[in-house]
């Protein structure tokens, strides 16, 4: 990584080294650009030429006191995007949310966060300031576990077996005010006290360990309107 921090500095001030350097990290600048988007991007969506010129400027930019030169460009081409579609938001109709999303009254249809993280992730480019303030709010709390609020769209259970087993930890952790502590205080689960204590397999928990902790800092904190995606858990808890 040290290579390519240097490559950067140099490549500020060298059209012909930058070109070179954009080359080779044409795939990584897609793979930032896909994440981002949350959907496949290739070097014909406009997503690519935003990356394309973020990297640029993050090249440009670029200093030691910034940290790795790839995790400053990733956030140079994250922040682009999000202005991006910030942008395009402003010209497209207004449309109204299927409250359907946020209920859970079929056991076989239980509140999926996954779901319900990507109509968050809709509502934070329009007018909905009480989703947009809890998001925003919420962000440097779930950060502090090395994860993102928008990493939760795709690690979220999916079958009604595992979401059974991941609402146990969940509801277990609230009521035990020993672990939570030590997991606010660590920002890290510990995986051994509750497998103990619940019995399920470590790899479930493992597995899915952002899903729980961002459910518990939503349940446990100041975030009613995040904390109807999660009514399911909520209820049984009450």
């Not at 930019?61 to 790795?68: L, P, Q, R, W």
Request: contains cysteine; aromatic residues 10%.
């Amino acid at each position: 990584m040290e290579y390519i921090d240097e490559l950067a500095l140099h490549a500020a001030n060298d059209n012909h080294l930058l070109s070179e350097l954009i080359e080779s990290q044409s795939q990584f600048i897609l793979r930032s650009a896909s994440k981002t988007s949350k959907k496949y991007i290739s070097k014909n969506d406009d997503e690519w030429s935003i990356a394309l010129i973020a990297f640029s400027d993050a090249v440009k930019t670029y200093a030691k006191s910034k940290g790795g030169f790839l995790h400053y460009a990733q956030t140079i081409i994250k922040n682009r995007l999000i202005d991006y579609y910030r942008s395009e938001q402003k010209y497209k109709p207004e449309y109204l949310v299927d409250p359907s999303l946020f209920e859970c009254e079929s056991n076989e249809e239980e509140a999926d966060i996954a779901i319900k993280i990507s109509v968050a992730k809709q509502l934070i480019y329009q007018d909905n300031h009480s989703i947009r303030d809890e998001i925003e709010a919420i962000t440097p709390v779930i950060n502090e576990y090395g994860f993102t609020f928008y990493d939760l769209a795709s690690c979220s259970p999916k079958s009604k077996k595992t979401k059974e087993a991941c609402k146990k930890v969940i509801l277990h952790i609230l009521e035990n005010q020993e672990i939570m502590r030590i997991m606010k205080e660590a920002k890290q689960m510990p995986i051994k006290k509750i497998q103990k204590k619940t019995g399920l397999p470590r790899k479930l928990i493992e597995h899915h360990r952002r899903y729980i902790i961002a459910a518990i800092e939503i349940l446990s904190g100041e975030y009613p309107f995040l904390a109807e995606y999660v009514t399911f858990i909520r209820k049984e808890e009450k």
